[in-house]
């Protein structure tokens, strides 16, 4: 009987994360979710996080909904004030790049719909309410010399660690350490018990203020999904225990996911909720296989190793690449962490004269993590997929895991290969690709050959205004694009010329991703060139200035503008090619004088695509020039609300029979150039 029950019980929670799913479908796609309509100027609320930036304050403010407010100042706000702000709503930036991370999908898994630009901000009321005791906590842990780290394992906030040190621990695969796990969250509890039951031998009230301490603690970590999973997951594991229900902890996982999607379907954008959860179920699901492994080493990898690979599909879709390290280095972090950090870290809050002690092992953690990512050649690159495809790697991955425990590898050796094949699937691609990045006010564009056989980066695009002095590009757009397209090296640098918005990000370009040759143009070297020189000598990489063409088995990149002119834009290369009859021209920066004498130079007629030089700029794409080429699709790379005017009024009107692609309204551009070209933009 309590079988049937158990059983129904299960088929209960089944169908209801079935539900959950299809009310999750359902809800991605609401357009109008906020209670906001945009034309509030005013608004009242409280603040529930921070975050010190650059250029003053990032709040989280609990008003009528939850707003992203950015503050210009540098007021004296603490979690739980109350405040008054004056500014713009505006809604949070889609992504304008294929395949890349989505600020406005993030920001929805936050339940945050509006960002508010305070133009005037006052503290009504500096009560701090609940978070009191959080903004203590916060104020003692600052006091330390290990700070970051005690933060991270303490609140669950990993911000003040440096970008260079987390990069490394999500190279190696080792990031969801700094997250507080199940793990963490079931050492806090035995600890808190334990001294409980020292205290008291009143079992049901220890539990009662065991549950409300876990509870209190998810809000003093901002209720971050992993946390929010664990102490759901442990709470609702004592409550079984005390009534007495047969049911698998595996189906309460289930069903903590569901309430987690009723509430916020837009979680499912979350990564720290993917890899929670997805890696839970998988351990939970294997668990009596894994406790039949004797010896912590040996068990300890096999854990790693179901982590790995659960996670594999979220590594791809999210990261495009995988380590195959990560399973060995698992070996060495977890424990470090585990049984030594975290527990330190807990003792050193209470007893700062630990704080030095606790520091060496944080330096430890990161020198260790900071060497093993210097092991690229373990990474594997691995071009973005679609829902279906991460769908199969799933099933191919359960199939793979039950088998191991099994003592069958024959589909893991064919899990491998699939990777491999994956990872080497750009040369049985037979399209050639140019993608027109969206990099702001500046050029960046990508031609991809077919069956891999060039890989092409023209410009990199660079900051042009102290607004986006912060920001990128390379780290944030063009590494991770190339990275999405399955490309693991660029066989060519093209640098069209020196001005700071076509080759400003070019050093951390090849200081961050294998590049084989450089090409420039054929004007004297300017300071940014010669940074750049030194840099590629520095790194014995090839560079060559002033060529006629580049070959590339079967296809040839002609560079048109011979001419020396007095000014850096009329300098600028002038590519030219041809490729399944699909004729393109690429202007760069080029000027109407340039363009003369190309046009008295060549003949170059019926265009199918042509890169409007110098961003729609009125020092280019002379009528003459149009008239001449007869360009079929026009694309101008630039930036939103520039401070040029580009595009030029003039030039559009020039361009009136072309059919025109801008950067600034559709995101980032891709021709497909088959026999009939096939185009696709960002935001369409």
């Known amino acids: 009987m309590k079988k049937s029950k158990t059983a129904l019980l299960s088929k209960y929670i089944i169908f209801i994360f079935l539900i959950s799913l299809l009310y999750t479908g359902y809800y991605l796609n609401k357009v109008d979710l906020s209670i906001y309509h945009g034309n509030e100027k005013v608004i009242e609320g409280t603040v529930i996080a921070k975050q010190k930036t650059d250029y003053g304050y990032r709040l989280t403010v609990k008003a009528k909904e939850k707003l992203l407010v950015r503050v210009y100042q540098d007021l004296d706000f603490k979690l739980g004030n109350k405040i008054r702000i004056t500014g ?196 939970l699901l294997f668990t009596n296989n894994i406790n039949e492994i004797k010896g912590y080493i040996q068990k300890t990898f096999i854990i790693s190793f179901v982590c790995f690979l659960a996670s594999t599909p979220i590594l791809i879709i999210n990261f495009h690449y995988i380590n195959f390290l990560s399973p060995l280095l698992n070996i060495i972090f977890v424990p470090l962490v585990t049984f030594i950090i975290y527990p330190l870290a807990i003792i050193t809050t209470f007893l700062p004269v630990l704080d030095h002690t606790f520091f060496n092992f944080c330096q430890l953690l990161e020198n260790l993590s900071l060497f093993f990512s210097k092991f690229t050649n373990f990474i594997l690159i691995l071009k973005h997929i679609n829902l279906i495809i991460f769908i199969i790697y799933y099933l191919l991955i359960t199939f793979v895991i039950y088998q191991l425990f099994q003592k069958k590898y024959k589909l893991l050796i064919l899990l491998f290969l699939i990777l491999v094949f994956h990872h080497n699937i750009n040369y049985f691609n037979k399209t050639a690709y140019l993608t027109v990045l969206d990099v702001g006010q500046g050029d960046s564009l990508f031609l991809k050959l077919p069956n891999n056989k060039g890989n092409i980066l023209i410009d990199t695009g660079g900051k042009v205004s102290f607004s986006d002095n912060d920001y990128d590009y390379v780290t944030n757009i063009t590494i991770p694009y190339l990275k999405a397209e399955g490309v693991n090296h660029l066989d060519y640098l093209i640098v069209t010329h020196g001005d700071y918005d076509h080759m400003g990000d070019a050093i951390k370009l090849i200081n961050n991703f294998k590049v084989d040759k450089v090409i420039f143009n054929n004007d004297e070297y300017n300071d940014l060139e010669q940074n750049l020189i030194k840099v590629l000598k520095n790194k014995n990489i090839k560079y060559y200035q002033n060529i006629e063409k580049l070959n590339l088995e079967g296809n040839t990149l002609y560079f048109l503008n011979k001419g020396t002119y007095d000014n850096e834009n009329d300098n600028s290369s002038v590519i030219y090619t041809k490729i399944n009859d699909i004729k393109l021209l690429l202007m760069g920066d080029a000027g109407i004088e340039t363009e003369k004498d190309i046009l008295a130079r060549y003949n170059l007629k019926n265009i199918d695509i042509l890169k409007v030089g110098h961003h729609g700029s009125k020092t280019s794409t002379s009528a003459s020039f149009v008239n001449d080429i007869k360009p079929k699709y026009s694309v101008i790379s630039v930036g939103k609300n520039n401070n040029y005017g580009h595009p030029n009024k003039e030039v559009l009107k020039n361009l009136k029979n072309s059919v025109i692609y801008r950067t600034d309204q559709i995101g980032s551009i891709k021709f497909k150039l088959n026999n009939k070209l096939e185009i696709d933009t960002c935001l369409s």
């Open 88 to 283: 713009t709503l505006t809604k949070p930036a889609v992504n304008t790049n294929f395949y890349l991370f989505n600020y406005q999908n993030y920001l929805k898994s936050e339940k945050i719909y509006w960002i508010m630009d305070a133009e005037k901000i006052k503290i009504t009321d500096k009560s701090e309410g609940a978070y009191q005791i959080k903004n203590k906590l916060v104020k003692h842990l600052e006091t330390f010399k290990s700070s970051p780290y005690l933060k991270a394992f303490i609140l669950g906030d990993d911000n003040s660690i440096s970008d260079k040190v987390t990069d490394s621990y999500q190279i190696n695969g080792i990031s969801h350490l700094l997250a507080i796990s199940g793990m963490q969250i079931t050492f806090l509890a035995v600890c808190l018990l334990f001294i409980l039951n020292l205290i008291s031998k009143r079992k049901a009230l220890n539990y009662i203020i065991l549950l409300s301490f876990l509870v209190f603690y998810t809000f003093i970590t901002a209720f971050s999904p992993p946390i929010v999973r664990a102490t759901s997951l442990f709470i609702l594991i004592t409550i079984k225990d005390f009534i007495k229900i047969n049911v698998k902890t595996i189906y309460l996982l289930i069903l903590t996911a569901s309430l987690y999607l009723f509430y916020n379907p837009f979680i499912i954008y979350n990564i720290g909720f993917l890899f929670s959860f997805i890696i839970s179920f998988y351990l």
